[in-house]
């Protein structure tokens, strides 16, 4: 197989992962991109130092990542949920406390939409 071969069924690999965003996705992607690259840093240099440095900086995202994980798991679980399941949470909720409990089934189905004009006004409009 060929290098070009590689990179094109890895990037395709990177396509077909779907994104689910949360609280710890920024320091994941911290994670997966720092970390590898000090691994192969410290694989090709020759001075000890710089090795053991870049062998630290490749561990400290991974357990700064862990350990935020755990805290996320203790002190606020849905922040760990992806923002589509914690809209969808608020809807219903919203919806609950309305006290309209038949809409409920309606607001879980439904893929919740953020509307950015949803206050502004028509600009012909004149009040």
Request: hydrophobic share 50%; net charge neutral.
């Amino acid at each position: 197989m060929r290098p070009d071969d590689i990179l094109r069924a890895a990037a395709a690999k990177v396509e077909a992962v779907r994104v689910v965003s949360s609280a710890l996705n920024p320091l994941l992607w911290l994670t997966g991109i720092v970390a590898p690259l000090s691994l192969v840093l410290a694989l090709w240099t020759i001075d000890v130092l710089l090795r053991e440095v870049l062998m630290g900086l490749a561990i400290l995202p991974v357990l700064v990542t862990i350990v935020a994980y755990f805290v996320l798991l203790i002190r606020d679980p849905d922040r760990l949920q992806s923002e589509e399941y914690r809209l969808r949470q608020r809807a219903m909720k919203m919806i609950y406390k309305r006290g309209d409990s038949s809409k409920i089934l309606d607001a879980a189905r439904e893929i919740p939409s953020l509307d950015k004009n949803a206050g502004a006004q028509d600009e012909g409009d004149i009040s």
